[in-house]
């Protein structure tokens, strides 16, 4: 029964590939995000979706594409993978509703270039 | 700028003490605040959150944390430590209703048998 998840785990590949990571929640949740935690384990937000529409684009290469089919999956697109896209990156999901904005965090994906 | 500031690296705590893991939030406004907690190769855990009401908010595993307006704080607490609570501790806060989180950079807090 896991509330957010995210595949793969491990991801090793090359630089310059193409690659994607999925992310699905059954929480029935309306918002998901995107973070990247990087080697000092640091926080930041990359995306956020709400019911299939874009809210939060941060300052992200545009090699980084989300892409939401349904408001319970988000994916990760990244295009010509560079060594710095090493890290972990997380999904996320939460309620709308402002009282209720703790986010439920997937298990991460670690990304490994090479 | 919104930012949200641990002060501290890491926290080194003997098991049964008290801890206290800092945070200080630079934001306009009415802020939600947060706790969040990472154990090794995990996603993050909800702790606790201060949205409105008592400044003093009672969050999971005995954890709690005290809202603090005039300096700008919400220290995460905890009576007595335990060797599992061992782990990265990150402060957050809302400073829009759209939802964006701000981290702060973590605390490793360290319980010692």
């Known amino acids: 029964d896991t509330a957010v998840s995210q595949t793969p785990k491990y991801l090793v590949t090359q630089m310059g590939n193409d690659k994607s990571i999925k992310c699905e929640q059954n929480l029935g949740h309306d918002t998901m995000y995107w973070y990247k935690q990087d080697s000092k384990k640091f926080l930041k937000i990359m995306f956020s979706?709400?019911?299939?529409?874009?809210?939060i684009n941060e300052t992200v290469p545009n090699r980084f594409s989300p892409k939401s089919p349904d408001k319970a999956h988000l994916n990760l697109h990244i295009n010509s993978l560079e060594l710095g896209d090493s890290a972990v990156y997380f999904c996320?999901?939460?309620?709308?509703?402002?009282?209720?904005?703790?986010?439920?965090f997937g298990p991460g994906t670690r990304l490994t270039v090479t | 700028a919104q930012s949200v500031a641990q002060p501290e690296d890491q926290v080194n705590v003997a098991e049964g003490n008290p801890l206290t893991v800092k945070c200080t939030y630079s934001?306009?406004?009415?802020?939600?605040l947060f706790w969040y907690v990472q154990y090794p190769n995990r996603g993050l855990q909800f702790l606790l959150k201060y949205i409105t009401g008592d400044n003093l908010v009672k969050g999971s595993y005995g954890f709690e944390a005290e809202f603090n307006k005039s300096q700008t704080s919400f220290h995460l607490k905890k009576p007595s430590a335990l060797v599992s609570d061992s782990a990265l501790y990150f402060c957050a806060a809302i400073y829009n209703q759209g939802g964006k989180l701000i981290f702060g950079q973590g605390t490793e807090l360290s319980v010692k048998p």
């Open positions: 934001v306009s406004g009415n802020p939600y």
């Open positions: 996320a999901s939460s309620q709308a509703d402002p009282s209720s904005y703790e986010q439920y």
């Open positions: 979706y709400n019911n299939k529409e874009l809210i």
